[in-house]
């Protein structure tokens, strides 16, 4: 049934209300989005010399640190899942939260307890409504996180790493984050943070560089415990940032795809209330002229 010429202009009201509401959020998040670019390219170099510190004193010592050392039949893995806080991002969380999932399936295929830490309420909410267990919890920080975030999600990762598995301790580390590709492309990864693996370069092997020797002071074992911490924070602060971005990247498309459905529905709405108003005037018309008729009619009878 046609819908009368109030209630189109109702819902094209609403729908302009709406229009107005997700521009102006696309507009947000284009421009919190370059701010999360810049802080995570400005993180990028702080990660890599540190990795590059730490792969030195991995390297050029024969010390067997607890955080770099690969355990025997692990038989728990922890995995940190990083989702938004907020909704209206399109498929941003729900793709993460899939990595997640497919993570969990593998782990579970080797023989391996997973223990969720998760960030964000989306992925809190996600395993609360299928009752889940969780061992930690963050949020309120996913579009604006900062080293200290980081950091305290780093000391909790690596208290349960460095406890025995028997006591509720876990055998390695895993990172599932979205990595920012392009404003178009978001990419769910996963990365293994503990035990570190010290991975020797493609490029150096093939230029034949020569390492220099290291001194270590006091000793090695004490640089690892100052750097191996510094080294799972910035790669976990690195991991924020990128999500970060990527959640700013999908916001202000979902959003631009809701103001354009918006008005493609206000035009539609306009041409139905355009065609209602002319379906109205046509009728008052109709019934202006069969009233003249009428009257005409009735006058031509009574002489």
């Avoid at 025995?164 to 979205?178: R, S």
């Amino acid at each position: 049934m046609p819908a009368s010429l109030r209630e189109l202009r109702q819902r094209k009201n609403s729908v302009s209300t709406t229009k107005k509401i997700t521009r102006a959020m696309e507009l947000i998040a284009a421009s919190r989005i370059v701010k999360a670019q810049q802080r995570a390219n400005a993180a990028a170099p702080y990660a890599r010399e540190l990795t590059r510190a730490v792969s030195a004193v991995a390297t050029f010592s024969n010390i067997d640190h607890p955080l770099t050392t690969e355990k025997e039949n692990p038989t728990r893995a922890a995995m940190l899942l990083i989702t938004s806080d907020r909704g209206l991002a399109g498929a941003y969380s729900s793709s993460v939260i899939k990595q997640g999932e497919q993570l969990t399936e593998l782990l579970r295929a080797d023989g391996k307890e997973v223990v969720p830490f998760l960030c964000g309420r989306k992925g809190i909410g996600f395993y609360q409504f299928r009752k889940r267990h969780v061992e930690q919890t963050w949020e309120g920080f996913s579009d604006s996180p900062n080293y200290a975030h980081a950091r305290e999600i780093a000391d909790a990762l690596i208290k349960a790493f460095l406890t025995p598995t028997e006591e509720g301790g876990v055998d390695e580390i895993q990172i599932v984050y979205t990595r920012f590709v392009s404003m178009i492309t978001q990419k769910p990864e996963v990365i293994r943070l503990l035990p570190l693996e010290v991975v020797e370069s493609d490029e150096a092997i093939e230029s034949h560089e020569v390492f220099p020797l290291y001194d270590f002071e006091p000793d090695a074992e004490a640089v690892l415990d100052e750097l191996l911490p510094l080294y799972v924070a910035s790669r976990i602060q690195y991991c924020l940032l990128q999500a970060a971005a990527s959640e700013l990247a999908s916001k202000q498309r979902a959003m631009k795809s809701a103001t354009d459905n918006a008005q493609q529905l206000i035009e539609r709405l306009t041409r139905e209330a355009n065609q209602a108003r002319q379906a109205q005037i046509t009728q008052e018309i109709s019934e202006i002229v069969g009233g003249v008729n009428a009257l005409a009619d009735a006058n031509a009878e009574s002489e």
